[in-house]
């Protein structure tokens, strides 16, 4: 009733813009219904129904390893995620708390899985993105790709940045081979190894093993002091000029949690 139009006007450009017809008539009468019978939109929702405490609980260490150890696999193969459960096998059996050794688990992986070209090409190359798009959209598709990453960003002279460059739906094709070749990472062959980015993701993730092993060596003495240390990868964001900036503000808190873990004093044998 807000929106000087009528229910069949919306109605009709929902059908004409073509994306999820039916759920978003359905989200539109809903969000009518909300205004008239807020109670009745609720029970429809589900929002009075029992809240389910077990699926709000914190996931153990072990059901996260297990979880990112298969992610990882797929991601780089199993030689790739031994690297993570190596560590992990050390986390699990260190006097680590409960906090510090999830904080461990997740941000081991998530430097582990960085979101680079091979990764990026391997999400296109699932079947299930063109079901995605088949879902979501009606009529024949024809994809277009923005890429800002090398060879097809251009450096803007004035802000910095790498520009994106728009690329027809050939390069389907070729993220699919890359998909298929992605062992390559990391190796002579990888044409990605020495951009910024790649450099960059390295550093980070070499940073975080060597705070990674001095937690170990010093859980004994302080078992819940590092769970701070070890979630900071959850605080390092996007791509970039922006990561590296938000990589400074991450790199000032390490600084503040390393110094005074140097004043802790350790435990007498």
Not at 164 to 176: D, I, Q
């Amino acid at each position: 009733g807000g929106l000087p139009l009528s229910a069949e006007a919306i109605a009709r450009a929902i059908e004409l813009n073509g994306a999820q017809v039916e759920k978003n008539r359905e989200a539109f009468e809903f969000g009518r219904l909300c205004a008239v019978d807020p109670g009745r939109a609720r029970r429809l929702a589900g929002l009075d129904a029992p809240v389910d405490l077990a699926s709000r609980r914190e996931e153990s260490f072990e059901r996260i390893v297990a979880h990112r150890h298969a992610e990882l696999v797929d991601y780089g193969g199993a030689r790739f995620a031994g690297r993570y459960a190596r560590m992990m096998e050390r986390v699990g059996a260190s006097a680590l708390d409960a906090a510090a050794k999830r904080a461990a688990a997740r941000g081991h992986y998530k430097l582990l899985a960085a979101k680079d070209e091979w990764e990026v090409a391997r999400l296109y190359a699932r079947p299930g993105f063109r079901q995605e798009l088949e879902r979501a959209f009606e009529g024949d598709l024809k994809l277009r790709f923005h890429l800002g990453a090398w060879p097809f960003g251009r450096l803007d002279p004035a802000t910095g940045r790498r520009s994106k460059t728009e690329v027809g739906p050939w390069l389907l094709p070729v993220l699919r081979l890359m998909s298929r070749l992605r062992r390559l990472r990391g190796s002579a062959l990888d044409p990605f190894r020495a951009t910024a980015e790649a450099r960059l993701a390295r550093r980070i993730l070499a940073q975080y093993e060597q705070d990674l092993d001095l937690a170990l060596s010093r859980a004994a003495d302080a078992p819940g002091g590092w769970a701070e240390l070890l979630s900071l990868p959850d605080r390092i964001r996007g791509y970039g000029p922006v990561r590296e900036a938000s990589l400074r503000r991450v790199e000032a808190e390490r600084a503040a949690i390393l110094a005074g873990a140097a004043r802790r004093p350790a435990r007498a044998g």
